[in-house]
């Protein structure tokens, strides 16, 4: 199970998601609620073995005190494959706390950083969630839950049809939302976990694959953001906002991707 923050009930705006701020503590209360949701539906629909990968900020959000002892829990970065490290060898995934892309007008809305326009992969926008569920198409898992707002809900039924989604809140702006209490949420992705693990066992899942090859864009809000990226190997500019690369396999268009945005987001 791959975890992120801004996806979770009750969750609105950036100072909540910043450890360090007031408001996060609350934040990550409510987003351990939801882990915890669905490791419970996993394990009653018969999962005998669990990895939980913290996949929020610096990845170290997640209480080791306060989770579901049953699992594993990988804490901290980097990590190479960051939101799915570990991941491969696994029979299914589950996304929670997950959220739209950037350029999608979904509550606390981006990909990877807060620097970007947008981040598109043969023309299509691409979330955060497509590249996790592609790099797992690539090793042969797929994804059989998703929970977040309801505008990451239409972009799971385009991609992921086969998975379950549970919306947990509306967007209402980037830094608004009108949100499940905790109660109705946990209940409903536990519920969904459950679901998931059961459309595995009945062989319902599907993986997601993208044909290549693999034109990936990444565009920044600032010029000189784009020119720190462009010092990628293989990079190219496109105009003064967006860099390009060209990958073989998905996998190193997911590399290129991260290394673009990371060099870009510096300073």
């Known amino acids: 199970m791959s975890s992120d923050m801004e996806g979770t009930a009750g969750v609105s705006g950036w100072p909540e998601t910043q450890p360090g701020h007031m408001l996060y503590p609350r934040a990550q209360s409510l987003m351990i609620g939801e882990v915890n949701a669905a490791i419970a539906g996993a394990f009653e629909a018969g999962v005998d073995e669990m990895l939980v990968n913290d996949s929020h900020d610096g990845m170290r959000n997640l209480s080791p005190e306060e989770i579901d002892p049953r699992v594993r829990l990988l804490l901290g970065a980097p990590k190479r494959h960051a939101m799915v490290d570990g991941a491969a060898g696994h029979d299914v995934a589950l996304f929670t706390g997950y959220h739209a892309a950037a350029g ?8 990877m950083t807060l620097h970007l326009v947008e981040v598109r992969l043969n023309g299509t926008l691409a979330s955060e969630t497509f590249w996790n569920a592609g790099l797992l198409g690539e090793w042969g898992v797929p994804v059989g839950l998703v929970t977040g707002d309801e505008v990451l809900g239409r972009h799971i039924a385009e991609i992921l049809p086969w998975a379950v989604f549970v919306p947990v809140k509306r967007p209402v702006s980037l830094t608004a939302s009108a949100g499940l209490s905790p109660k109705l949420a946990r209940e409903a992705i536990r519920a969904g976990a459950g679901e998931a693990i059961g459309r595995m066992q009945r062989g319902e899942l599907r993986l ?47 590399m290129a991707m991260r290394t673009l945005t990371a060099i870009g987001a510096m300073g």
Do not use: K, M, W
């Not at 999608?104 to 990909?111: D, R």
């Not at 090859?213 to 190997?233: K, W």
């Open 208 to 254: 997601f694959q993208v044909p290549g090859p693999y034109e990936l864009t990444v565009t920044f809000t600032e010029q000189d953001r784009a020119a720190r990226a462009n010092v990628c190997p293989r990079s190219r500019h496109i105009d003064t906002y967006t860099v390009a690369y060209t990958g073989e396999t998905f996998e190193e268009a997911y």
């Open 104 to 111: 999608a007008p979904g509550n606390l809305a981006h990909t």
